[in-house]
């Protein structure tokens, strides 16, 4: 069974960074391509950023782009959202998700696993 796991969401004021990582177990982490999503109160979830299995390709939403920086580890089974210059706009549940075709897709559906969700709000 595939697990995957978020953490380091928080309170943080705008302009401010974190980082949000998603641990994976009882997968082929290697072979998937990972992505995050966010979904804000009442609004559908969103692509944020993706990266294919090799961490050879990424992709960004323009709300995100030269702002957030997705990275994987594959030795450690975990990906990284670097979220920097924050915004109150970026307030939302984060999750992580997996696709087992290991090429970056921005929609939900073609996903096979997703965690539970981190939240990050920030505040103006």
């Known amino acids: 069974q595939v697990q995957l796991v978020e953490s380091g969401g928080g309170l943080v004021q705008a302009g401010d960074s974190l980082r949000l990582s998603c641990a994976v177990s009882?997968?082929?982490?290697?072979?998937?391509?990972m992505a995050w999503f966010r979904q804000a109160p009442g609004k559908e979830r969103h692509f944020v950023a993706g990266?294919?299995?090799?961490?050879?390709?990424?992709n960004y939403a323009d709300s995100v782009k030269g702002r957030f920086i997705i990275s994987r580890d594959n030795a450690k089974n975990t990906v990284y959202l670097q979220m920097n210059s924050l915004k109150p706009e970026d307030t939302a549940v984060y999750y992580c998700?997996?696709?087992?075709?290991?090429?970056?897709?921005?929609?939900?559906?073609?996903?096979?696993?997703w965690g539970q969700g981190t939240q990050v709000t920030v505040s103006s």
């Open positions: 998700a997996a696709r087992r075709i290991g090429i970056i897709s921005t929609n939900t559906y073609e996903y096979n696993y």
């Open positions: 990266i294919s299995r090799s961490g050879s390709n990424t």
């Open positions: 009882g997968g082929a982490f290697s072979v998937y391509a």
